[in-house]
């Protein structure tokens, strides 16, 4: 089975400063890896993903993500915070191959408060 | 474009009522749609997926029920609503692009 786990329920950065979020994923092989972010009261938004290619991910919002496998780690950061990057942030995975449903495995959450 | 509606947006029920909630998508046929629930606080909890009409399968035991009468129609019941069934509830579905796109969400309070 797949876990996902997201250290930090909750971050907090100041303007400016980088943003690093922590996600590990648990799976006998490496998944497809997901990173949502959700604003109050909205649903999910994919920020980014990675399949298969390239190890960083580059996404929306300036956001990316690096896959490291050796480390089980797909961590998200962004340079620069910015004030309408406070939201709750998802990592997901979900397993290469197709059974039925497809099912994601989230991880907690990471709720990121962004000090002026 | 793929779209995904969710109805109500809001709903305040008692506790004892029943529960419909709706989830339609456009633009796509035959989609596996998934059913979501965010308690305060917690993260997102599966409660059902289903790949095709009238293939539902549940992934926690609770007070909850869905149907998928038509192929683009995903519906979250409840006979009796408890207090802990209040949260907001997603719907969610597969894309071929591999991830999962979600509707904007049902905030569900039971009083």
Not at chain 1, 19 to 25: G, K
Not at chain 1, 34 to 50: A, D, E
Not at chain 1, 86 to 99: D, G, Q, S, T, W
Request: proline fraction near 6%; hydrophobic fraction near 35%.
């Amino acid at each position: 089975a797949q876990s996902v786990t997201q250290l930090g329920s909750h971050v907090s950065v100041s303007e400016g400063a980088l943003v690093l979020l922590r996600c590990n994923y648990s799976s006998s092989v490496p998944p497809y890896l997901f990173w949502y972010v959700q604003y109050p009261n909205q649903g999910l938004q994919l920020l980014l993903k990675y399949t298969t290619g390239a190890t960083l991910v580059k996404g929306i919002n300036g956001f990316e993500a690096e896959f490291k496998k050796s480390e089980t780690s797909f961590h998200l950061t962004k340079p620069s915070a910015h004030m309408s990057d406070a939201a709750e942030y998802f990592c997901a995975v979900r397993p290469l191959i197709k059974a039925a449903g497809n099912k994601l495995t989230f991880g907690g959450g990471t709720r990121v408060l962004v000090k002026p | 474009s793929q779209t995904i509606h969710q109805w109500p947006a809001t709903l305040v029920q008692p506790v004892g009522s029943p529960l419909s909630l709706e989830c339609t998508v456009e633009g796509t046929s035959n989609p596996n749609l998934y059913w979501y629930r965010q308690a305060a606080g917690r993260g997102l909890q599966l409660l059902f997926y289903s790949v095709g009409i009238g293939q539902i399968s549940s992934e926690v035991p609770q007070n909850l029920s869905a149907s998928r009468p038509q192929d683009r129609q995903f519906i979250l019941s409840s006979k009796k609503l408890l207090l802990s069934d209040s949260g907001f509830y997603l719907c969610g579905m597969d894309r071929p692009s591999s991830e999962q796109f979600f509707g904007p969400g049902t905030r569900l309070t039971v009083l």
